[in-house]
Antibody, heavy 120, light 109 residues
């Protein structure tokens, strides 16, 4: 069974930093591209970042480019998101998402999410 | 940049009725569209991929159609558990990433 478990969410002050982690199990982690997607409470879904299977290619949404960094450790079956220079508008639930080739453009596996609150 | 526009923002439907949700892409995306259902406090759940294919375990009352720029998610004979928010999504090739529509909330009439 595929499992994605995020951790690291916390309350942080504007300008602060945080590192989110996603522990993956139940599939061959280094076979898959992974994403981070966030959701402001009560609002829609926003794509944050993509990490290729080997971590050599990363891409970011415009709102986080230059502030967030995604990485992965395939030996630990883990995905990471480093959040720097946080703003109040970064407050959201952050989901770790597996890109499922078996489902074309769809993503069938999402973690439960971890809440990041940016507030003074 | 591809933009996905969902309509309506809110749809009021009685249990047992049909719900029809729309997703329009700002440019042609062939059949590369997915639909998700999200309930409060839960992660999104994949319903439909590649415009018309049901994901594993999704009931037959959910169906997707369309290609190019206009897509539809139809929910036949709404069950109480179907009242939720629905999102459409496209996987962009360049720059690589995911694009989501703004969502449609299906509420009980």
């Amino acid at each position: 069974e595929v499992q994605l478990v995020e951790s690291g969410g916390a309350v942080v002050q504007p300008g602060g930093s945080l590192r989110l982690s996603c522990a993956a199990s139940g599939f061959i982690f280094d076979d898959y591209t992974m994403h981070w997607v966030r959701q402001v409470p009560g609002k829609g879904l926003e794509w944050v970042s993509l990490t290729s299977w080997d971590g050599s290619s990363t891409y970011y949404g415009d709102s986080v480019k230059g502030r967030f960094t995604t990485s992965r450790d395939n030996n630990r079956n883990s995905l990471y998101l480093q959040l720097n220079n946080l703003r109040t508008e970064d407050t959201a639930v952050y989901y770790c998402v597996k890109e499922d080739r078996e489902y074309g453009t769809g993503c069938a596996h999402w973690g439960q999410g971890t809440l990041v609150t940016v507030s003074s | 940049e591809i933009v996905l526009t969902q309509s309506p923002a809110t749809l009021s439907v009685s249990p047992g009725e049909r719900a029809t949700l729309s997703c329009r892409a700002s440019q042609g995306i062939s059949s590369f569209l997915a639909w998700y259902q999200q309930k409060p406090g839960q992660a999104p759940k994949l319903l439909i991929y590649d415009a018309s294919n049901r994901a594993t375990g999704i009931p037959a009352r959910f169906s997707g159609s369309g290609s190019g720029t206009d897509f539809t998610l139809t929910i036949n004979s709404l069950e109480p558990e179907d009242f939720a928010v629905y999102y459409c999504q496209h996987r962009t090739n360049w720059p690589p990433g995911l694009t989501f529509g703004g969502g449609t909330k299906v509420e009980i009439k």
